[in-house]
């Protein structure tokens, strides 16, 4: 749906409904605010928001907790969006002089040009879904390692959990190549071989969430590895860098200045991609 779908449903009369959120994290334990451009609602998840074919959601952020949620979206005929750049809102918040609230960020959502938001699809959602399963298993082996037990089964269970990580990063790699714009090509010139799935999948988390059309400064700022920015920052894709950085360099200490460098090669590669066509679409990046 597109454009061509939109005036299909002015013709006969149906109007695009928008609905802007507010999302909320699972873990915040608050439901997401939607404003309909009327009226303000709160859902506790995304998919009971009232919108119907040909209908357009836009979000903040997409959250894992959401992504089944938004498919089941996407399966109603509707369109989401995402924002693309998440500092966006606190200059916008002081510009217009009000505080940060979750109906004032819905509705300044409301207020913002198409061109601030990605439409989102379904293939990606998806491609994310495995990426986030994939950081959980690595979460619970790095776990599972601190414990060290000695209980019988342990390290059975940790050898069945490895085998479901290999699978996942398998999985992964397959489907960014189809999904994500110049991932193979970057695969190619990096060296990284069929083998390497883990390299590919911490390629695939990085392309998916940096916008490497940005200022090398704000990618650095992004992963903690910007001088003035050495606290905030986004630790799980700093950890998915580190990933990348261990395959390409085949060993597993790299100092920063090599993370950096390596960095600046993945720009150089995919930087000029143009916004227009199949690339265009599906081009990633919510760093900001």
Do not use: W
């Given at each position: 749906m597109?454009?061509?779908r939109e005036e299909e449903m002015r013709v006969s009369g149906m109007a695009v409904r928008r609905f802007y959120v507010d999302v909320h994290s699972r873990v915040d334990w608050?439901?997401?605010?939607?404003?309909?451009?009327?009226?303000?609602?709160?859902v506790w998840r995304l998919s009971e928001i009232d919108a119907k074919d040909g209908d357009e959601v836009y979000v903040d952020s997409l959250p894992a907790e959401a992504y089944r949620d938004v498919i089941?979206?996407?399966?109603?005929?509707?369109?989401?969006?995402?924002?693309?750049?998440?500092?966006i809102l606190p200059k916008l918040r002081a510009q217009i002089n009000v505080e940060k609230t979750h109906e004032n960020d819905?509705?300044?959502?409301?207020?913002?040009?198409?061109n601030f938001f990605r439409e989102l699809h379904e293939e990606e959602v998806r491609l994310r879904m495995l990426i986030a399963e994939y950081n959980k298993l690595l979460r619970l082996l790095k776990r599972m390692r601190q414990l060290d037990c000695r209980v019988e089964g342990f390290a059975e269970a940790r050898r069945i959990i490895r085998r479901a990580k290999d699978r996942l990063a398998e999985q992964i790699a397959a489907e960014a190549e189809t999904i994500i714009p110049r991932y193979r090509e970057v695969?190619?010139?990096l060296g990284l071989s069929d083998n390497d799935v883990h390299g590919k999948a911490a390629l695939a988390d990085l392309m998916l969430n940096i916008d490497f059309n940005r200022g090398l400064?704000?990618?650095?700022?992004?992963?903690?590895?910007?001088?003035?920015?050495?606290?905030?920052?986004?630790?799980?894709?700093r950890m998915a860098l580190e990933r990348l950085s261990m395959s390409y360099y085949q060993r597993r200490i790299v100092r920063a200045k090599e993370q950096v460098k390596l960095l600046k090669t993945i720009r150089g590669m995919v930087a000029s991609q143009s916004d227009g066509g199949e690339e265009g679409r599906m081009r990633p990046g919510t760093n900001g």
């Open positions: 597109g454009e061509a608050k439901p997401h605010t939607v404003f309909d451009c009327e009226r303000f609602k709160m089941d979206l996407m399966k109603r005929g509707v369109r989401v969006f995402r924002l693309k750049r998440l500092d819905a509705f300044i959502l409301s207020t913002l040009d198409e695969c190619e010139r400064r704000k990618i650095l700022s992004y992963l903690g590895r910007h001088q003035h920015n050495r606290s905030h920052y986004n630790k799980r894709i």
